[in-house]
């Protein structure tokens, strides 16, 4: 499977700030989605990253608060901008084939918002 | 509304003991995950289950699909340490929308 480096593995924020997560495959895929996921709790998806195009975002996110890009199949940028603590969450980044199959994980940044 | 409902959501148990963790819908899917995820670390998928009734063996884990495909189950045998951590069911739906199960937390104890 494919390997999934992100950067940074954890920050710390002031609020008011934003901060960008890289997401680095070692192959070209297909998909490519973002993540938030509360500790010890379940993943909520923020958004697909499509490349070449804007990316599709879930109910309750959206594009200025979480700008996204994907210049081509085997990176992504998630920004968490205008940070609060309410931001503070761990950020996951996935890849996939296709919207309905398996995915595969990075290991995450884990964010906290002072 | 969750689309995956975990029970239980917690579960601290002895080394040596066994659990089973539920993954309920009302919903029908055409397959269903299993992932484990250890702290610092992003999930890592275990199996994926696709025919009703479909039985899967990890070594000490056994998953089973439900027969009407809108259920599944992890049962550990023997559950060690190593097996500590959060245990998430996914799958997509006749939607093809992804969802993630509310997520089972395992601690075993030596």
């Known amino acids: 499977s494919a390997v999934i480096s992100q950067k940074p593995s954890r920050d710390i924020c002031q609020r008011g700030t934003s901060l960008t997560i890289q997401c680095q495959v070692d192959?070209?895929?297909?998909?490519m989605f973002w993540y938030r996921q509360q500790p010890g709790q379940s993943l909520t998806l923020i958004a697909t990253?499509?490349?070449?195009?804007?990316?599709?975002?879930e109910s309750g996110f959206v594009i200025d608060k979480f700008p996204i890009s994907r210049p081509n199949l085997t990176f992504s940028t998630l920004t968490v901008s205008n940070m609060s603590p309410e931001d503070s969450s761990i950020y996951l980044c996935?890849?996939?084939?296709?919207?309905?199959?398996?995915?595969?994980f990075g290991d995450g940044t884990r964010l906290s918002i002072l | 509304t969750q689309l995956l409902e975990q029970s239980p959501q917690f579960l601290s148990i002895q080394e040596g003991e066994n659990l089973t963790v539920y993954c309920n819908s009302s919903?029908?899917?055409?397959?269903l995950q299993w992932y484990r995820q250890e702290p610092g670390e992003g999930p890592v998928l275990l199996v994926t289950?696709?025919?009703?009734?479909e039985v899967k063996k990890l070594k000490r884990l056994t998953f089973q699909f439900g027969d009407a495909r809108k259920d599944s189950s992890l049962h550990i045998t023997a559950a060690q340490p190593g097996d500590t951590g959060l245990y998430l069911c996914?799958?997509?739906?006749?939607?093809?929308?992804?969802?993630f199960g509310t997520g089972t937390s395992l601690t075993v104890i030596p």
């Open positions: 996935s890849v996939g084939t296709a919207t309905n199959q398996p995915q595969h």
């Open positions: 192959s070209q895929v297909t998909m």
């Open positions: 990253a499509n490349q070449g195009s804007e990316a599709t975002y």
């Open positions: 919903s029908v899917f055409s397959s």
């Open positions: 289950v696709v025919t009703g009734g």
């Open positions: 996914a799958g997509p739906n006749t939607g093809n929308q992804f969802y």
